[in-house]
């Protein structure tokens, strides 16, 4: 795909210049890719290239426009500013062309297509198979993707139509419903509290990389120095382990079926977090896209 490009105006948006050289979308959109990345190593991984490639194509790019645009240091790489203009009018681009791609994928008219959802893993298998499953038997033309992760996937770069989180985005053209809220409390085994003095409970949280994570900050809180001797970026693995006496563990209360093996520790002030619904507004009335958005609203 070309895209028009006048060399004498960098700072014009590049989508609404006359009289061009001609840029290959793709160098712009591994440009646009190591732009947001930083690295050659992360760029690579996002697009799915040898890193070889994306400076390849930088390097083709820069040729193109007659302008320096990436100063590299080291692994980590710095935008001169003309590199900073171009990256933000690339976004734009990305943005336009994903939205699209996006409409492309399903039916202006009926409910078929393809529709991706992302949302948190334990909160995608516990909540949201049923629905899913009632929603592809009413309507078969709706085929259903769903990721599980924990970090916000980019509706902007085509990885998620759908997005249920547990954060509000603060920023972008999206269309965002509050779910509802889920409250979070301290778990553990019943031969646990009944063997093991509350002053020497150990406990089982996640991974170093969810430390910032307000149920993480919370256990950190009530564990009040005590030690988080088992750690994983598993949910289930922690409930599990909580459930062979392995500590005290803090658990959505939606992941904890009566009959679970494991017991409440009542807190007077549970942790509690919003789900929100979010999708990007330039697609929100595609008739698949809506059928999966009140099926998602039903789960909660």
């Known amino acids: 795909m070309k895209i028009p490009?006048?060399?004498?105006?960098?700072?014009?948006?590049?989508?609404?210049?006359?009289?061009?050289?001609?840029?290959?979308?793709?160098?712009?959109r591994h440009f646009l890719a190591l732009a947001q990345a930083g690295t050659?190593?992360?760029?690579?991984?996002?697009?799915?290239?040898?890193?070889?490639t994306i400076s390849r194509r930088v390097a083709a790019?820069?040729?193109?426009l007659g302008r320096k645009l990436v100063d590299r240091r080291g692994r980590r790489i710095v935008l001169t500013a003309e590199g900073e203009e171009?990256?933000?009018?690339?976004?734009?681009i990305a943005q336009q062309t994903a939205v699209i791609e996006q409409l492309g994928r399903t039916s202006a008219t009926d409910t078929r297509?393809?529709?991706?959802?992302?949302?948190?893993?334990?909160?995608?298998?516990?909540?949201?198979?049923?629905?899913?499953?009632?929603?592809?038997?009413?309507?078969?033309?709706?085929?259903?993707?769903?990721?599980?992760?924990?970090?916000?996937?980019?509706?902007?770069?085509?990885?998620?139509?759908?997005?249920?989180?547990?954060?509000?985005?603060?920023?972008?053209?999206?269309a965002i419903t509050k779910l509802g809220e889920i409250a979070f409390h301290l778990y553990a085994s019943k031969a646990y509290l009944e063997s093991v003095p509350e002053a020497q409970w150990t406990f089982i949280g996640y991974d170093e990389g969810m430390n910032a994570s307000p149920q993480q900050l919370r256990l950190f809180e009530?564990?009040?120095?005590?030690?988080?001797?088992i750690r994983s970026s598993v949910l289930e693995f922690q409930a599990a382990?909580?459930?062979?006496?392995?500590?005290?563990v803090m658990l959505p209360d939606f992941a904890v079926p009566d009959g679970d093996g494991l017991e409440r520790i009542e807190d007077e002030n549970p942790l509690t977090r919003e789900v929100w619904l979010v999708v990007h507004a330039e697609i929100r009335d595609v008739p698949a896209v809506r059928v999966v958005m009140e099926a998602l609203k039903g789960a909660f």
């Open 86 to 92: 171009v990256a933000r009018h690339a976004a734009n």
């Open 113 to 174: 297509g393809h529709v991706r959802i992302s949302a948190p893993p334990a909160l995608s298998s516990v909540l949201l198979a049923k629905p899913i499953a009632a929603l592809r038997r009413q309507h078969p033309g709706i085929e259903i993707t769903l990721t599980g992760e924990k970090r916000f996937a980019s509706l902007n770069r085509r990885e998620a139509d759908i997005a249920v989180r547990l954060s509000r985005p603060e920023d972008g053209d999206y």
């Open 222 to 229: 009530l564990a009040a120095g005590r030690p988080i001797a």
């Open 61 to 64: 790019l820069e040729k193109n």
């Open 241 to 248: 382990a909580a459930r062979f006496g392995g500590g005290v």
């Open 5 to 28: 490009y006048c060399r004498t105006m960098i700072g014009k948006k590049i989508t609404q210049i006359a009289n061009f050289t001609q840029i290959d979308w793709d160098d712009l």
């Open 40 to 52: 050659f190593l992360g760029a690579a991984r996002q697009i799915g290239v040898e890193h070889a």
